[in-house]
């Protein structure tokens, strides 16, 4: 028997050779051509049985090498199938205008072109057929995912097993059933119209099934030559699974309007919906995401949640704190190092990316590496895989990146700080928390969300007073809600509330200085007015290091040594 033929044309190389492998292992025989005057060369000479045809192609594109197609009267019933990224309407109906069969939109599965290419090669047929074609008609319709029927505009002349199966009626029960009882009565009429219209486009509807269910449905609708007669036949698509998606994504989102807390955030403020919003699809990915937003938002939050909502919540989680990386214990800490790599290295070490395979790896401060770490890190996270040191093979890296930074990264490109390159393979998700006091409406629910936590493991229940409670309310929060829980956990233990500036200072000045007490050595005497001043500096920024760093005049991790040395951390 001879195989069908199917002319691939497409300007990019790799996807030829990906669809051609796959349409002859699914026993195809395959033509192709890398642009359209190639593809209309060809077929002076071939006749294909049908053409995948890519739409956005240099000089002549899709739509117009269809045309020359439909226009010759050799070629003319060769059913086009369009393949594109592109998702917009416009393009669709420009594609049907021109005479195109059908659309597969990428990406797209195996599963999906192989029952298309299948439903549209059995139409070819069907329409080449003769009397004998009946019996012929079922073993070809019944090798595609979608139902057919084949009617004369008032009765069911033929159908094949899957559309008895999708309406839970016998296919001899089917046959001679007048079209509009298999429809949803509010449906008849519409659908009865588009049987004579002639027109192809693809439409929504409703089946009545033989139990008295609506079944939502796809259907498109082909004159043909039926058994000698002009005919209607109509693919038909179960698309309840597609219904109950949209059901449940409109149900999801009345339960964010009404939920005042989601994963490890709290907050019913229009802001925080928003976020929410933005989590449940950045979850569904797999693409890197980062987060951005002030020091106390909760990024490492938001991450966690997003974890915990995607397919690797099973996995690990394995957070990075980019600030105190030092550059030359990088590549050690980042891809682990064998034994004998260096003094020091008695054993096989794993690294983050060892430790998080398979899950997610947090890089929070990612605009703290340096320029170097930042070449190291994005050579893993093109090429998906690294090398420990002292290894000669490299290691595949199958992590989730969600990175987290208080910084504007556009601001640092320009400054020379950020590689442009890296920016935009972190910048594929981006995610953004609002500073507090944009939702002061939330602060109410933070607090009692506090306190109920303390409750909850054993201390005495608390009451903030009005008066109090105002103080918080009215305040700006530069800390965000780590700072308003740092007051309330203060509040509640000694009963003293310590909120910076409204609107600090730009400088500390001379008469504001930190007391020292007296009789102190001068090294200690310096250290505690050190201590003092880079205290007064940290809160007067919101906690902020990088802020208050830049204000102090010394590196970042200068400053997040000294908060170390003096406990502040």
Known sequence: MKKASILIVDDHRDNVDILTWYLEKEGYRTLSALDGPTALSLLETQTPDLILLDIMMPGMDGFEVCQHVKNNRVTKEIPVIFITSSTELANKLKGFEVGGADYLTKPFSKEEMSARISLHLATLKLQRALQDEAARFQALSGATFEGILITDQTQIVEVNQTLATISGYGRQELLGMPVQDLLVPYWRERVLDRLGSGDELPFEAELLSRHGTSIPAEIQIRTIVWQGQQRQMAAVRDISWRKILEQENRALHVTLQQRDRFGYLIGKSGLMRKVYER???????????????????????????????????????????????????????????????????????????????????????????????????????????????????????????????????????????????????????????????????????????????????????????????????????????????????????????????????????????????????????????????????????????????????????????????????
């Open 279 to 569: 989590i449940i699809r950045a979850a569904a990915s797999d693409e890197t995401i980062i987060i951005y937003g002030e020091s106390g938002t909760g990024k490492e939050l938001a991450a966690r949640t997003i974890f915990n909502l995607s397919e690797q919540h099973s996995k690990i989680f394995v957070p990075v704190n980019c600030g105190a990386i030092q550059e030359n214990l990088f590549e050690p800490q980042f891809f682990g190092y064998r034994k004998g790599a260096f003094t020091g290295a008695e054993r096989d070490t794993p690294g983050y990316f060892d430790r998080a395979q398979g899950g997610t790896l947090f890089l929070d401060e990612v605009g703290e590496l340096t320029l170097p770490m930042q070449a190291k890190l994005l050579r893993v996270l093109q090429e998906n895989t690294f090398t420990p040191v002292g290894a000669t093979a490299s290691r595949a890296a199958d992590v989730r990146i969600i990175a987290a930074t208080n910084q504007n990264l556009r601001e640092l490109i320009q400054r020379g700080k950020v590689r442009e390159d890296f920016f935009h393979r972190l910048h594929v998700i981006a995610l953004e928390l609002p500073p507090l006091r944009r939702h002061k409406e939330d602060i109410p629910l933070l607090i009692e969300d506090f306190l109920a936590q303390r409750t909850a493991s054993g201390d005495t229940a608390s009451v903030i007073p009005e008066e109090i409670f105002n103080r918080f309310s009215n305040y700006d929060w530069p800390g965000n809600v780590r700072e308003l829980l740092n007051e309330v956990r203060r509040y509640v233990t000694i009963g003293e509330v310590e909120l910076a500036y409204q609107h600090p200072p730009q400088a500390v000045r001379s008469n504001n200085a930190p007391d020292v007490q007296d009789g102190l050595p001068l090294d200690e005497a310096v250290e505690a007015f050190e201590r003092d001043y880079i205290t007064r500096v940290l809160h007067q920024h919101g906690g902020q290091k990088s802020k208050a760093a830049q204000a102090l005049g010394v590196g970042r991790k200068t400053l997040y040594n000294k908060l170390k040395k003096y406990g502040k951390l």
